[in-house]
């Protein structure tokens, strides 16, 4: 009998999430093949058994967090004869004999399972990965009328699941109302309507597990709210010229076969900032007292995912060039949507970005990326009448940015001072392309 236990995962990882079992008590595992999902505080991993045999009992559940090295399931090693080396799956067990070769995200391979779908049945999205929107897309499209017989069956039973087709639910207060003008409603005139499939009384709470990538954003932001002491900047950026510049970049950057966004501008003033104002890219460690100035630029650029919100990083962000870091940003994105970073990738940051995009709204308050000291929130860029040199009243592009620091270890005039220094960089942003970054 085989012990697995839970071995270490990166440096400095302590203990891991089981978020989900890919094999149950029963089932056989051949050596390598992937057993076990679990989050760390960064990512999701897959580990593959160590041996081949049967998986005997699981000692550890799906949400459970245990430390490196305790025993989480038990595998009877041995060989299994021809014919019960690949067990045929249930029906509705989805997933076919090679779905775990497949790359896909835990909640892909969930919702496959869920719905009875054969991962090798799904076309996988651009980064060769097969994510929820995959599956999702994969389903069948719903009938668009249901038999009467159908109808009545839905119209008597409790509210439907989020998966149920809407051609059905419509249905059954039709096939369950009498014929329109029938005597039936003259006779009745008082008589109440038939209950709808979406009533008050037909809906019912739903309930998510706490656990996972959730979680692990949960314990971040109440540690960094809990420590550090946060206060927000705020201030208004004239990017007219930014807009024009990148509109002029936006062909020849297509060429080289990158899609130029604002936020490599962003990026590149940030970095000319916190280099005039190191404070902001530094760390507090309470234990040993210290503040450490970090020599080391490495971006942080939170990105939303079926997950949550995942903080990729960019690594020696000083070093690349607008294109590369336009390059780099959305390999990153793309990897943190389709689970295929490496905890390192998600790790190590001195300064995250956050943004919307163009859905950034007009102002928010960023939570600290724990350990660090300070984060800016990037927000919609809008056309505004503004006044230029001449007093005229012109069309102009505006954009607000809101910083937020921890004021234990940055004050407020160099909080802003580094936003003003952001500022001064984006509104004559010719001066990234002559600056030495």
Known sequence: MHEFKLPEIGEGVVEGEIVQWLKQPGERVVANEPLVEVMTDKATVEIPSPTTGTVQALKAGEGDICPVGDLIALIEEGDAPAEAAAPAPADGAGGGAGDHEIPATPAA???????????????????????????????????QAATPAVAATVSATPAPSRGTPRAVVEAAPVAASPARGSATLAARPSSPPPMRVGDLSDRQDETIPFRGMRRVIADGLVRSYSTAVHYTYVEQINVTRLVALRKQAKAAAAEEGVSLTYLPFIVKATLHAL??????????????????????YHIGVATATESGLMVPVLQDADQLSLLDIAREVRRL?????????????????????????TIGGVLATPILNHPEVGIMGVHAIRKTPIVNERDEIVVGHMMNLSVSFD??????????????????????PNLLLLASI
């Open 109 to 143: 391979r969930a919702l496959a399972r869920e719905r009875g779908i054969e991962l090798s049945s799904i076309t996988p999205n651009a980064g060769g990965r097969i994510t929820k929107r995959e599956v999702l897309a994969h389903e069948p499209r719903a009938p």
């Open 275 to 296: 280099r005039r104002y190191p404070i902001v890219n530094a760390m507090l460690d309470e234990d040993a007292k210290q503040i450490v100035m970090k020599k080391r």
């Open 333 to 357: 994105g793309e990897g943190a949507r389709s689970g295929q970073l490496s905890r390192d990738e998600l790790s190590g940051s001195t300064f995250t970005i956050t943004s919307l995009g």
């Open 407 to 428: 004021h234990r270890v940055v004050d407020g005039f160099e909080g802003a001072s580094f936003l003003q220094e952001v500022k001064r960089y984006l509104e004559n």
